[in-house]
């Protein structure tokens, strides 16, 4: 973490090092009357699922998307009033309102001059608009707190009872690692999924050939009284007296040409934007973040509309690597699940993949298994946390949700051969749970039981690891069951991975009596 800056402004710094540009620039909000307001939204989504992402906007939202090629971000046009559609979206995992974007902006190569034109930028912005979507998007937050401030203080006593005390330190020390190795992975999270200030609202943007990496997080608490005025300027909330404001600037650089650090143009950007709004820079607390997103000449700023990821929804007890929930549902979405489809997990975790599946479709029978029996007992735990939150939404009995979780063998699994039509699951990377050496002899059985168990000809397996050697020699040996389809390259943590569908042949396996 870099220190913490001097100067005016006030800012978070996140930079990476080589990189290519993204999206067209455009204006970002364009209005009428409050009711005819629209934003250009900006999202961020798993690395390599930027398709999945833009597929589902365009069913759910009726939008058409522009998929960034700064790996991780899409941006799509909505009417201001659709927002809380756009925050049930189950692909993305940050929100922000584009305040505008700049496809060829032309930095200067003294650094100087260069942060002097980001500062003089703020006051050509067209922050009006944007501001109001800002507003919007808090008051449906407000209300959103209001429905569920009393559900939570009645489950919390209960929730601390159903967990034995061992996950909330696991989930600390986890957490403390991941943002060791969390280098660049915004996209996708493979423990706690806690956000931390250095990668909020950052897409990822990794890229294999990158030689230079810069990561900052300055932080400047404001030494002068000039934010303490009461005048809020265009951050007036309308209630009553004008409100100060608390705002921090977090700047997300990529590129290798730039004359200035991410937290230097945090700072210069965050000082820009105090003068001109009157708001009060706090680090922690604030009202306000505004994204300055900096990737080779092109430049957007933005304002975050979530404080957390929306991939947290479904997970309270975690483990050492549980899976981000907007991964899991872009691993489902790509075995393309029919109803009355059986879909199975055979190394579920803490569950995040069976319960994103049921959530999405219940149409579907899912049924979570692993070996680990504290690994089941935080799926059992996280299943039952879903049921609570669905009984407080309809504040009546809850229907329950088609999932079951069991704990068995991956290698000898209790069902049927040819009984599963779907196989969705994140296999072992050998890092902080196994080895990559029993990897060698545990992929190539997984494989093969695995076939056993799927539907010859129509079934399918969608799976994640970061042993990729390991994983084509064990396929290889296993081609007369599984034909490989489609991969997709995705940054789990800081590692690559990828994501493989697989399809089955029409190669029959025997029965297994053992069961029977």
Same mark, same amino acid.
């Not at 009006?128 to 919390?156: C, F, G, I, M, Y």
């Not at 909020?200 to 030689?211: D, F, I, T, W």
């Not at 230097?264 to 607390?285: I, L, P, S």
């Given at each position: 973490?870099?220190?913490?800056?001097?100067?005016?402004?006030?800012?978070?710094?996140?930079?990476?090092?080589?990189?290519? $540009?993204?999206? %067209?620039?455009?204006?970002a909000a364009a209005a009428g009357d409050d009711a005819e307001l629209t934003a250009v939204i900006g999202a961020t989504v798993p690395t390599g699922f930027e398709l999945t992402a833009a597929e589902e906007v365009q069913e759910k939202l009726g939008s058409?998307?522009?998929?960034? !090629?700064?790996?991780?971000?899409?941006?799509?046009?909505?009417?201001?009033?659709?927002?809380?559609?756009?925050?049930?979206?189950?692909?993305?995992?940050?929100?922000?309102?584009?305040?505008?974007?700049?496809?060829?902006?032309?930095?200067?190569?003294?650094?100087?001059?260069?942060?002097?034109?980001?500062?003089?930028?703020?006051?050509?912005?067209?922050?009006?608009?944007?501001?109001?979507?800002? %507003?919007?998007?808090?008051?449906?937050?407000?209300?959103?707190?209001?429905?569920?401030?009393?559900?939570?203080?009645?489950?919390?006593?209960?929730?601390?009872?159903?967990?034995?005390?061992?996950?909330?330190?696991?989930?600390?020390?986890?957490?403390?690692?991941?943002?060791?190795?969390?280098?660049?992975?915004?996209?996708?999270?493979?423990?706690?999924?806690?956000?931390?200030?250095?990668?909020?609202?950052?897409?990822?943007?990794?890229? &294999?050939? &990158?030689?230079?990496?810069?990561?900052?997080?300055?932080?400047?608490?404001?030494?002068?009284?000039?934010?303490?005025?009461?005048?809020?300027?265009?951050?007036?909330?309308?209630?009553?007296?004008?409100?100060?404001?608390?705002?921090?600037?977090?700047?997300?650089?990529?590129?290798?040409?730039?004359?200035?650090?991410?937290?230097?143009?945090?700072?210069?950007?965050?000082?820009?934007?105090? %003068?001109?709004?009157?708001?009060?820079?706090?680090?922690?607390?604030?009202?306000?973040?505004?994204?300055?997103?900096?990737?080779?000449?092109?430049?957007?700023?933005?304002?975050?509309?979530?404080?957390?990821?929306?991939?947290?929804?479904?997970?309270?007890?975690?483990?050492?690597?549980?899976?981000?929930?907007?991964?899991?549902?872009?691993?489902?979405?790509?075995?393309?699940?029919?109803?009355?489809?059986?879909?199975?997990?055979?190394?579920?975790?803490?569950?995040?993949?069976?319960?994103?599946?049921?959530?999405?479709?219940?149409?579907?029978?899912?049924?979570?298994?692993?070996?680990?029996?504290?690994?089941?007992?935080?799926?059992?735990?996280?299943?039952?946390?879903?049921?609570?939150?669905?009984?407080?939404?309809?504040?009546?009995?809850?229907?329950?949700?088609?999932?079951?979780?069991?704990?068995?063998?991956?290698?000898?699994?209790?069902?049927?051969?040819?009984?599963?039509?779907?196989?969705?699951?994140?296999?072992?990377? $050998?890092?902080?749970?196994?080895?990559?050496?029993?990897?060698?002899?545990?992929?190539?059985?997984?494989?093969?039981?695995?076939? !056993?168990?799927?539907?010859?000809?129509?079934?399918?397996?969608?799976?994640?690891?970061?042993?990729?050697?390991?994983?084509?020699?064990?396929?290889?040996?296993?081609?007369?069951?599984?034909?490989?389809?489609?991969?997709?390259?995705?940054?789990?943590?800081?590692?690559?991975?990828?994501?493989?569908?697989?399809?089955?042949?029409?190669?029959?396996?025997?029965?297994?009596?053992?069961?029977?």
């Amino acid at each position: 973490m870099a220190e913490a800056a001097g100067g005016a402004g006030a800012g978070t710094g996140t930079g990476t090092g080589t990189g290519t $540009g993204t999206v %067209e620039g455009q204006g970002a909000a364009a209005a009428g009357d409050d009711a005819e307001l629209t934003a250009v939204i900006g999202a961020t989504v798993p690395t390599g699922f930027e398709l999945t992402a833009a597929e589902e906007v365009q069913e759910k939202l009726g939008s058409a998307s522009r998929i960034s !090629r700064d790996r991780g971000k899409i941006y799509f046009e909505v009417p201001a009033q659709g927002l809380p559609q756009v925050h049930r979206l189950r692909s993305v995992d940050n929100l922000f309102v584009v305040v505008q974007e700049f496809k060829e902006y032309q930095f200067k190569e003294n650094k100087e001059d260069a942060l002097k034109d980001l500062e003089d930028l703020v006051k050509k912005l067209p922050w009006t608009d944007p501001l109001k979507v800002w %507003e919007l998007n808090n008051s449906l937050k407000k209300k959103k707190t209001k429905r569920k401030k009393h559900n939570l203080q009645s489950t919390a006593s209960k929730e601390k009872l159903n967990d034995d005390g061992e996950e909330e330190g696991t989930d600390q020390k986890d957490a403390s690692k991941q943002e060791d190795c969390a280098q660049n992975a915004a996209g996708v999270e493979p423990a706690s999924g806690q956000d931390t200030e250095e990668t909020q609202g950052v897409a990822s943007r990794n890229r &294999e050939e &990158e030689q230079d990496n810069e990561q900052s997080d300055a932080k400047d608490e404001l030494q002068g009284g000039s934010g303490s005025d009461p005048k809020a300027g265009d951050g007036k909330t309308g209630e009553g007296d004008a409100k100060v404001l608390k705002f921090r600037v977090t700047c997300n650089r990529a590129g290798d040409k730039h004359s200035f650090t991410s937290n230097e143009a945090a700072r210069d950007f965050g000082g820009a934007v105090q %003068e001109h709004f009157q708001w009060k820079a706090d680090m922690t607390n604030f009202d306000v973040e505004v994204l300055l997103n900096i990737h080779n000449n092109e430049v957007v700023v933005g304002i975050a509309l979530t404080e957390e990821s929306l991939h947290r929804r479904n997970i309270t007890h975690f483990g050492p690597t549980t899976l981000r929930s907007t991964l899991a549902y872009g691993m489902l979405r790509l075995c393309d699940p029919q109803p009355t489809d059986i879909i199975v997990d055979p190394m579920c975790g803490t569950g995040a993949i069976p319960i994103e599946g049921a959530t999405e479709w219940p149409s579907c029978y899912h049924i979570a298994g692993d070996n680990n029996p504290q690994a089941v007992k935080r799926a059992a735990n996280n299943i039952s946390s879903l049921l609570k939150k669905n009984e407080n939404k309809e504040s009546s009995t809850s229907l329950g949700i088609p999932l079951d979780i069991i704990q068995w063998d991956i290698c000898n699994l209790p069902l049927r051969t040819g009984s599963v039509d779907i196989i969705v699951t994140d296999m072992p990377f $050998g890092k902080r749970i196994g080895s990559k050496k029993k990897n060698w002899d545990l992929y190539p059985a997984c494989l093969m039981e695995m076939g !056993r168990i799927c539907t010859p000809g129509t079934g399918r397996a969608v799976l994640l690891t970061q042993d990729k050697k390991c994983f084509a020699k064990a396929l290889s040996r296993m081609g007369h069951i599984w034909r490989k389809g489609q991969t997709v390259w995705v940054n789990v943590g800081g590692l690559h991975a990828a994501v493989y569908l697989l399809k089955r042949t029409w190669e029959r396996l025997e029965e297994k009596r053992s069961f029977w």
